[in-house]
């Protein structure tokens, strides 16, 4: 399976988050504590809400993101691409 290349951005209150791979690219944009309408991988429409993400760069310069939605935490890790 091929690593998509992850690009995260902000303008103002927007967030953009773009997968790019040879297969594929992904985009959904989005504002924080507001639901929005996105197409899963199978197609699928979805309403998603969100709450908060947390960035932290960790001793060894790989990103940690980790998505919160109430009880629960997906963590994420990517390292910066050579």
């Known amino acids: 399976m091929a690593k998509p290349n992850l690009i995260i951005t902000r303008d103002k209150e927007t967030i953009s988050v773009e997968a790019k791979s040879t297969l594929k690219t992904d985009k959904i944009k989005f504002k924080l504590n507001e639901e929005f309408d996105e197409k ?6 979805v309403q998603v809400s969100n709450s908060f993400f947390l960035r932290n760069v960790t001793e060894n310069g790989k990103l940690e ?8 935490v997906a963590t994420r890790i990517y390292e910066k691409e050579a």
Do not use: F, N, Y
């Not at 993101?65 to 629960?72: A, F, N, P, R």
């Open 40 to 45: 899963t991988p199978d197609s699928r429409q």
């Open 65 to 72: 993101v980790k998505c919160i939605m109430g009880e629960v």
